[in-house]
Nanobody, 125 residues
């Protein structure tokens, strides 16, 4: 089982970026998928999660209204569209998948079993 995140890069404040994460090894239709981030010298932080159907997204307050999570179960992918980016969004972004069959989008990173390697997002002018 592997998760591969990509799409990070350097973007100016106010700009947009789209992250994607491809899952391989088996279908992830019955896994909640999520994005977390970790800035330098800070703890890992929940960003967003989405249930099996893709109809129940959950967002951290800090990104609500700016970020949109989506999933494609046919392609085994989860994406994060990030708009109106701020310097405080600078971090390494990780995708994750749970394995508890509850279909509950969790905010606690300990609820997620599978992790991608991370992709760096830098918001700077």
């Amino acid at each position: 089982v592997q998760l591969q995140a990509y799409g990070g890069g350097l973007v100016e404040p106010g700009g947009s970026l789209r992250l994607s994460c491809a899952a391989s090894g088996r279908p992830f239709n019955n896994n909640v998928l999520a994005w977390f981030r970790q800035a330098p010298r800070k703890a890992r932080e929940f960003v967003s999660a989405i249930d099996w159907s893709g109809r129940r997204p959950l967002y951290a307050d800090s990104v609500k209204g700016r970020f949109t999570i989506s999933r494609d179960n046919d392609q085994n992918t989860v994406s994060l569209q990030m708009n109106s980016l701020k310097s405080e969004d600078t971090a390494i972004y990780y995708c994750a998948a749970d394995n508890d069959r509850s279909n509950v989008p969790h905010t606690d990173y300990r609820e997620y079993e599978y992790w991608g390697q991370g992709t760096l997002v830098t918001v700077s002018s």
